[in-house]
Structures are given as structure tokens and as C-alpha cells.
């Protein structure tokens, strides 16, 4: 499967964005889906994960509350919705599949994974 990553911006602190991720030569539904994060100098850190079936969704503990992941396999995207940023949410944003044969299976970490995005920039003003 190919992703593609869109969405990214410049945003003010408190503000919102939605992260786009689109597959592509596979079927979507096979594959659990995650998105992560690298910004500067530092390594890439898990942010949230949905299972194939979109019944699971697992998130880090910064992103609780703020972030929502979800899928819609018709249309062969998953999307990240950013709500409260914070200059420190400032990174590039990877999204990331493997094929799942349970359904309801999340992962989050970055080895487990097969398939990777491209990343898109998000950069929060203070």
C-alpha cells in the first residue's frame, strides 16, 4: 500500500488542523492504521493508532483529549484531527499502515509498522 500525507500547515497555538492520510494500491481495510510525529533534533514518537475495522483507537497521553483519529475505508483515507495545538505539537507528521488480521488490532510502535507516508509539516505559532 502507498500513503500519501496532506493537510499540514501553520497554525496559531489553540488553533486546528486535520491531517489527511490516503492509501493506495491495496485494499485499505486490511490495515491498521497510525500516526507519528518527529520534530527537530528529536526522535519520531508514536501520537495515535486506529485498527482496521476503526472499532480500536489507542492514543498518547499528550494527545488525549485534543486529538482524534479515524478512517474511512470507503474512501480509502484516515484522517488526524488536531483541536487545542500547542507550539510544542510543532513536527512532521507521518501516517503509517501494516496489514492487521484482527480486527480490532492497534499498534503503536514504529517497528510494527510497514508502510509509511511521506510526512506533512505542522508548525504551531505561539
Known amino acids: 500500500v502507498q500513503l500519501q500525507a496532506s493537510g499540514g500547515g501553520l497554525v496559531q497555538a489553540g488553533g486546528s488542523l486535520r491531517l489527511s492520510c490516503a492509501a493506495s494500491?491495496?485494499?485499505?481495510?486490511?490495515?491498521?492504521m497510525g500516526w507519528f510525529r518527529q520534530a527537530p533534533g528529536k526522535e519520531r514518537d508514536f501520537v495515535a493508532a486506529?485498527?482496521?475495522?476503526?472499532?480500536?483507537?489507542y492514543y498518547a497521553d499528550s494527545m488525549k483529549g485534543r486529538f482524534t483519529i479515524s478512517r474511512d475505508n470507503s474512501k480509502g483515507t484516515g484522517y488526524l484531527h488536531m483541536n487545542s495545538l500547542k507550539p510544542e505539537d510543532t513536527a512532521v507528521y507521518y501516517c503509517?499502515?501494516?496489514?492487521?488480521?484482527?480486527?480490532?488490532?492497534?499498534?503503536?510502535?514504529?517497528?510494527?509498522?510497514?508502510?509509511w507516508g511521506q510526512g506533512t509539516q505542522v508548525t504551531v505559532s505561539s
Open positions: 486506529i485498527s482496521r475495522s476503526a472499532g480500536s483507537t
Open positions: 503509517a499502515a501494516r496489514h492487521s488480521t484482527w480486527g480490532g488490532a492497534v499498534y503503536y510502535t514504529d517497528n510494527e509498522y510497514n508502510y
Open positions: 494500491g491495496s485494499t485499505f481495510s486490511s490495515y491498521a
